[in-house]
């Protein structure tokens, strides 16, 4: 099941003007800090007007903008059959089903812990899971578009792998 992330007021009006601000405040930036001119004898002399770290900034910023509006239109959660998939623009989060320990409804990812996570909406779920070694990692916070059906769906494809790891012997060991 693939679920998009819902998306609350600020996520869908604030944060593109964020973006769309970074970059048209980088593009003057880096449209003022060159000065063009011609010399005589058809030559066209370009000046950099600013710093080196203002130039840089200004290439950086709409960098950041177009990554704002990436993660803000490509984030979405995936449960497989053996983890969960969180995708937000270039970042990907894969857990998998063994290590979530709990799943729960939260409406403030800060109560209980700092929880982090691709979420654009304040009604989330906060997902604890374990590392490989076995170590609690710190929790993630998703934001599902139907937050109960994921919940839903996720605790069923738990209870299948919990039913499926039950169900396989386990292999007897090979005596020498």
């Given amino acids: 099941m693939i679920s998009s992330s819902k ?3 600020w996520a869908r009006y604030l944060a593109p003007l964020a973006a769309l601000g970074l970059i048209a405040g980088g593009a003057w930036m880096i449209w003022s800090g060159f000065e063009v001119s011609m010399m005589p004898g058809e030559m066209i002399v370009v000046q950099l007007q600013r ?3 203002l130039s840089l900034l200004g290439l950086l910023m709409p960098l950041f903008g177009v990554m704002l509006l990436w993660m803000l239109a490509s984030t979405e959660y995936e449960i497989t059959a053996e983890r ?3 995708q937000c623009g270039p970042s990907r989060t894969c857990i998998p089903l063994s290590a979530i320990d709990k799943a729960i409804a939260v409406d403030r990812p800060w109560r209980g812990g700092l929880a982090r996570g691709p979420a654009w909406s304040f009604d989330m779920l906060r997902v604890d899971y374990r590392r ?3 170590k609690p990692a710190s929790p ?4 599902p578009r139907d937050r109960e059906l994921f919940l839903s769906r996720l605790s069923s494809s738990l209870e299948r792998r919990e039913s499926r790891d039950q169900a396989q012997p386990e292999s007897p060991a090979v005596a020498e």
């Fill in 84 to 86: 969960l998939v969180l």
């Fill in 7 to 9: 998306k609350d007021w």
């Fill in 51 to 53: 710093s080196y770290f």
């Fill in 140 to 143: 993630v916070v998703i934001s």
């Fill in 132 to 134: 490989p070694n076995g």
